[in-house]
């Protein structure tokens, strides 16, 4: 049996499917399809018709929402709940008016030097009032939500567990740089290259480790960044500040039981700052920490780098 | 001759009851002052300008599991800096059951973890 590996755009990033065994790579490409289909509709920020653009424009009022946009918010508060609020959903309008308010390859292509940033408080996930029963949301008014953080990784654990569960093989699914793997892995588990960019070719440099199970994720601030007149912003908000965080860190990599509880903890190190790897440590998380100046910061089992380089 | 005396030794008792008022009045004043003055040195030190509130998520936070009673924030304290052995109100990001492993040369990645 020999494996099956595919690459398709997704999400405003690349979605990359990997199957043990290459004869059902077709059938987990067509589910892990509609689990993205799914979650575009639901949580894009940048689809004036999905679920997400209409709640936050009904800001202020409670809106009925779908079970999957629940979940993915009830996931988002979670998070921030997890992280003590340094993930937090709510930092949607900053993102906007800082200038992240369309797809990032038109943000990309804008003309930043004649662009003039903008920044809000954000309102705290504390305020936004989820009725599970009646399956209801209602955020204040001026809020906006942004799911951009934890959506990713939400659709990457589900689109994991719903390949094995329907059709058996192990499975790796990788969202930009959000990764659930799931089912038996291969022998030698899945090997990924962990570099600043999820972009960057696989060839390319930084260490390679094997996961076996659970989930991987990195978030950094050398990728998603714009220019606003003479500076350049990026995508990690710090909701503490309404802007984007400044940290020691250009890019955090976390191992997790999941790819969600990956994707938090590697974002949460991004915006705590010089306590990120004393953080992760504490909470047995491996996790490796590369600072501005490129040396690196591994904790909690992450291979040490000359043995994973 | 003895009545004006006995005015005159009168009239100085009052004025020196009336000096003594005053500078018991004097003293009551600048003892207030002190007073006054030690309180609210006590309670700026009770309530400095930039007091970290340590908030308490599992009071506050927006209830999220499915089928939950509805329930609503109360306030919207600025995120605490989470302490290194402190424990949310949610299970912290949960460790896998093992480690990453370095690679061996001879498996090739097959994706790339990086920002996104």
């Known amino acids: 049996v020999s494996p099956g590996a595919i690459s398709l755009p997704a999400l405003g990033t690349t979605a990359t499917l990997c199957v043990g065994d290459e004869r059902v790579l077709a059938d987990a490409q067509s589910l892990l399809e509609r689990e993205l289909a799914g979650i575009d509709e639901a949580c894009s920020r940048f689809r004036p018709d999905s679920e997400l653009a209409q709640l936050n424009s009904a800001a202020g009022r409670a809106v009925a929402v779908s079970q999957r946009l629940l979940e993915a918010i009830q996931v988002a508060i979670r998070a921030a709940e997890a992280s003590w609020g340094l993930v937090d959903p709510t930092v949607g309008r900053t993102l906007r008016l800082a200038g992240y308010d369309q797809t990032f390859e038109l943000v990309r292509r804008r003309d930043g030097h004649a662009f003039q940033a903008r920044f809000a408080p954000v309102p705290g996930w504390r305020r936004v009032e989820i009725d599970g029963e009646n399956r209801t949301v209602k955020i204040p008014a001026g809020c906006e939500l942004d799911l951009g953080a934890t959506a990713k990784a939400l659709a990457a654990d589900k689109a994991a567990r719903r390949v094995v569960a329907a059709i058996g093989s192990g499975v790796l699914v990788a969202l930009g740089g959000d990764i659930a793997v799931a089912g038996d892995p291969p022998a030698r588990g899945w090997a990924i290259r962990v570099a600043d960019d999820h972009a960057a070719p696989l060839d390319g440099p930084g260490p390679v480790v094997s996961i076996r199970s659970g989930g991987l994720a990195s978030s950094g601030t050398r990728v998603r960044r714009w220019r606003a007149g003479q500076t350049e912003l990026h995508h990690i908000v710090d909701p503490r500040t309404g802007r984007p965080v400044r940290t020691p860190w250009r890019t955090v990599s976390v191992a997790a039981a999941s790819c969600v509880d990956a994707n938090i903890a590697s974002t949460a190190g991004v915006v705590l700052g010089a306590q990120a790897a004393a953080w992760l440590s504490h909470r047995r998380l491996p996790a490796r920490l590369v600072r501005l100046d490129g040396s690196v910061v591994c904790v909690g089992g992450w291979p040490e780098e000359e043995a994973a380089a | ?116």
Request: proline content about 15%.
């Open chain 2, 1 to 116: 001759v003895s009545d004006e005396r006995d005015l005159r030794a009168r009239l100085s008792l009052r004025d020196k009851g009336l000096r003594r008022l005053k500078a018991l009045t004097g003293l009551l004043v600048v003892a207030m002052t002190a007073l006054a003055g030690i309180f609210v040195a006590i309670a700026a030190a009770a309530t400095p300008g930039r007091k970290l509130i340590r908030v308490q998520p599992r009071t506050t936070a927006a209830r999220v599991k499915p089928g939950a009673s509805r329930t609503r924030s109360t306030s919207v304290p600025p995120p605490a800096l989470p302490a290194l052995g402190s424990q949310a109100a949610s299970p912290p990001p949960a460790a896998p059951a093992q480690p990453p492993a370095a690679a061996p040369p001879a498996a090739p990645p097959v994706v790339v973890s990086g920002g996104s």
